[in-house]
């Protein structure tokens, strides 16, 4: 599968060793090598040191709960509240 960038951009320089960056990119896309690539055209070494995923398929940070959140609202609420079907969460495999 193709990787693609729709969109680089720099988030924050945190030293004059660390930055930070904001990718889009498709789902075949290795972000580890983007970066390493990046600096290797920069003449330069890197690598990633941390790697948050905002966005994925139907998923979305957002939307999700931290295991505390859910230990601590399971037993008050229905479990559908933060429980996706797996009509919907396998919605684009075909059958």
């Known amino acids: 599968r193709l990787q693609s960038i729709y969109k ?3 988030v924050q320089e945190i030293d004059p060793y660390t930055t930070r960056f904001y990718v889009e990119c498709n789902s ?13 055209h920069l003449g330069t070494f890197g690598y990633v040191q941390r790697l948050r995923r905002l966005h994925d398929g139907i998923f979305s940070l957002v939307d999700t ?3 505390e959140k859910v230990l601590e609202i399971s037993h008050k609420s229905n479990e559908s ?5 797996m009509k919907a969460v396998l919605d684009d495999i075909p059958a």
Request: aromatic share 12%; no cysteine.
């Open 8 to 10: 680089l951009s720099l």
């Open 28 to 40: 075949g896309t290795y972000v580890r090598a983007l970066a390493r690539d990046l600096a290797l």
């Open 65 to 67: 709960f931290s295991l």
């Open 81 to 85: 509240l933060f429980i996706q079907s």
